[in-house]
């Protein structure tokens, strides 16, 4: 006890208190135990909801042109910026690099990440998506096409892309 008591002192000799000892609560009324909340864990959300719907830089306000428009006249778009939606039919499964769209039966568009710069989530198959990119028409070297079909691309016959700058999922 006499331990205590000289700690005690020593404390409020130099200006710290003692952990076990309050002085100022003492004279009042008692302290209350702190009682922590109950925090129950939250559940691993996977709900569509809880992915990004921007991807890349934001799409602008410049006038939609529909996909089947462009699919089915690429030489009037070629080389032009454009902004348009369809549904995701495919997404690159090693990295979410590219994505395949399409609207209605028109045929698919690849549309890759400009230069690698964003990436899709992998699992956004089937979902509408807006795009704004520049449009292309080149035909794939083999090399590429091949590996465009090792991860799961359908559209590598065609010469139509849309090199993506922007992705909003919708």
Known sequence: MPTLICACVLGLFFGCASPSVDTASEATEP?????????????????????????????????????????AAPEQFDGQV??????ITAVCQRMGCWMEMKDGDGPAVRVPMAGHAFFLPKDVSGRRARVEGHVALRTLPPGEAAHLASEGAQAIGQRLQITATGVELL
């Open 31 to 71: 302290v209350e135990p702190s009682v922590e909340p109950s925090v129950e864990p939250e559940e691993t959300a996977t709900a569509p909801s809880d992915v990004p719907s921007q991807f890349g830089q934001p799409i602008s306000e410049r006038e939609r042109v529909a996909l089947s428009d462009i699919t």
């Open 82 to 87: 454009v902004s348009t939606e369809g549904e």
